[in-house]
C-alpha cells in the first residue's frame, strides 16, 4: 500500500464483514496470535541470509524470496521439500535437522533482531481492552523462544507460545494456529485475530478460520498476502497499532 497508506472505519467494518461472511459464529475477538519473525521481530534478512548459506553447502539453491515464500514452516519440511525438488531425495528428519541446525548456528552468530517499532504499543493496547496475546510460531529454537519470553515478559508466559514442537503439520495447515487458541484459553476461531507477515501463515491463519490481518514487513507484494485469504493488510505493525483503537471501536460501538 506504500507510503501513501491509509484506512478507514468503512475498511474496517468491510473486513469484519468479509469475516462474518465466511463464519458460522460473528467475530468476537479475545485473543491476539501473533507471528514471531517478520511480525515481532525484523528477523527476516538475517534468515534468508543463512538459510541460502546453509542450503547452498548442502547442494541446494535458495534464494531471499524462497526465505520469505516458506517463512513460518517447520524448518526440517522446508529442508525436505528443497531437498526432494532439486536433488531428487527423501532426507530423513535426522538429515533435514542437520541442516536446519547449521542454519540456526549461523543465524545465533548474527547480531540479534531488533522488536519492530509498534509491537510494544500494540501489546499494550490489546491487555487494556481485556484481550490475551499469544505467539504462534514455526520457529524451534529454544534460545529464540528464551529470547521472546524475556522480551515480552509483561505480556507473554511460556504456556502462550506455540512452537514448532506442539504440533506434527506446520503452517501452512490449521494445527499451530488451533493450537495456539487452545493454549492461550481454549478459545474458539472466531475469537482469534491472526497477525502475519508469510504467504504460509495467512494460509494457516485463515484455514483455522480466524480474522487474520497482514502485515507487509518484506519484499513480497500486497496481493500475495491478500490472494491467501488475508481480511485486512497493513505495511507496518506500526500502522496496526496506530489503527487498533479504529478495529475495536468497528466491533464495541461506543468503546
Same mark, same amino acid.
Request: hydrophobic share 40%; proline share 5%.
Given at each position: ?17 468479509? %469475516? ?32 541460502? &548459506? ?25 529442508? #525436505? ?5 532439486? &536433488? ?8 533435514? !535437522? ?7 548456528? %549461523? ?24 484481550? #490475551? ?56 476461531? %472466531?475469537?482469534? $485475530? ?7 501463515? $495467512? ?24 490472494? !491467501? ?17 479504529? &478495529? $475495536? ?7
Amino acid at each position: 500500500m506504500g507510503m501513501g497508506f491509509s484506512i478507514n472505519r468503512t475498511m474496517f467494518q468491510e473486513a469484519i464483514n468479509q %469475516y462474518n461472511r465466511g463464519s458460522a459464529h460473528p467475530f468476537n475477538p479475545k485473543v491476539v496470535l501473533f507471528d514471531m519473525d517478520g511480525v515481532l521481530y525484523d528477523s527476516m534478512p538475517n534468515h534468508a541470509q543463512v538459510w541460502m &548459506l546453509a542450503m547452498k553447502e548442502n547442494g541446494i539453491k535458495f534464494s531471499a524470496k524462497d526465505a520469505y515464500a516458506t517463512e513460518g514452516a517447520r524448518g526440517v519440511d522446508t529442508v #525436505k521439500k528443497y531437498a526432494k525438488a532439486q &536433488l531428487g531425495k527423501d532426507l530423513t528428519d535426522e538429515e533435514a !535437522e542437520a541442516i536446519y541446525q547449521l542454519k540456526a548456528r %549461523y543465524f545465533h552468530e548474527l547480531l540479534p533482531p531488533s522488536i519492530f517499532d509498534g509491537v510494544r504499543d500494540l501489546m499494550q493496547k490489546i491487555r487494556s481492552c481485556g484481550l #490475551k496475546i499469544g505467539v504462534v510460531t514455526g520457529s524451534g529454537q529454544r534460545t529464540l523462544i528464551e529470547r521472546l519470553l524475556n522480551d515480552f515478559s509483561d505480556f507473554l508466559t511460556e504456556d502462550q507460545v506455540t512452537t514448532a514442537f506442539d504440533v506434527k503439520r506446520g503452517k501452512p495447515n490449521p494445527d499451530p494456529y488451533l493450537t495456539g487458541l487452545r493454549k492461550a484459553g481454549n478459545y474458539a476461531p %472466531y475469537e482469534g $485475530i491472526v497477525v502475519e507477515n508469510a504467504p504460509l501463515g $495467512i494460509r494457516s491463519g485463515v484455514a483455522a478460520h480466524c480474522f487474520t490481518v497482514a502485515i507487509n514487513s518484506g519484499p513480497l507484494s500486497d496481493s500475495s498476502l491478500l490472494d !491467501e485469504g488475508a481480511n485486512i493488510l497493513f505495511p507496518t505493525i506500526r500502522k496496526f497499532a496506530d489503527n487498533w483503537d479504529d &478495529l $475495536i471501536r468497528n466491533l464495541k460501538p461506543g468503546f
